[in-house]
């Protein structure tokens, strides 16, 4: 896997060439910026969208859009063509897309999603197409095994609705824990004035890297644009 030296990275989107370099050169290492495959016409868009921004030194994070489980394919096909850095899956294909990038000699970060279930300690796994229609409970243990046991080394957690599901990401974080996976990736509803909060949770029980994902709540509406502020904000929260 990627060497990771930072504890929180902050996923975010970019509206354009010139909104991606701002936030770099605000940022560095401290973000992957999210190429949504959901918002281009064709996968071939998408991969150049994501050649484009790796040309200029973007790392990239290669989505679904809006965790879409009908895009799994195309999420893991642009990846094959572009081997991003970090790679957004829904929970059944995440070992077959770990697969495709292992076999390039790659070892990005991949997440498998993992829904709450509005219990803590209990979880749904069917993220995908067709298993979505299914609303099953499992438990955080099980979920969490299943991803670590072919090499998942991250799980996304969504959608966590901001704070209102805090006792269920501190469950399935420990879960993760207890797994051997440290990457925990909280997403949906996060601002700037919750995400203090939401990476505590996560670090006090046990994740050693946090990848909140925080889109729409760092775009000025006016313009489109993540906002550089609002980043550099972020970058100055102190969780020690």
Known sequence: MMDIKQKVIFNVL????????????????????GVMVKNFAT???AIQQVLHFQNI??????????????MWQRVANVS?????????QVFSAAGYTLGRM????????INGVIEP??????????TGPASSSN??????????????????????FYPI???????????????????????????????????????????DNGAEVVIPHLYTSLINKETGKTEVAKIIHLLKIKWD
């Open 161 to 203: 609705q901001g704070e209102k599901h805090l006792d269920e990401v501190a469950a399935m974080v420990k879960a993760a824990v207890r797994a051997g996976i440290k990457i925990f990736e909280p997403t949906g509803g996060i601002t700037v004035d919750n995400v203090y909060n939401i990476v505590k949770i996560c670090l």
């Open 57 to 70: 030194g973007v790392p990239v994070s290669v989505g679904l859009g809006a965790a879409d489980p009908n």
């Open 117 to 126: 279930s509005g219990t803590p300690g209990e979880v749904y796994i069917s």
């Open 43 to 45: 996968e071939e868009e």
């Open 102 to 109: 292992e076999e390039l000699g790659e070892t990005p970060i």
């Open 14 to 33: 970019a509206k354009d060439e010139q909104n991606a370099k701002e936030l770099i050169e605000v940022a560095g290492d401290r973000i992957f910026v």
């Open 135 to 156: 609303k099953e409970k499992v438990s955080c243990d099980l979920a969490a095994k299943m991803l670590a046991e072919v090499g998942i080394q991250s799980i996304k």
């Open 80 to 88: 094959a063509k572009t081997r991003p850095v970090h790679i957004n």
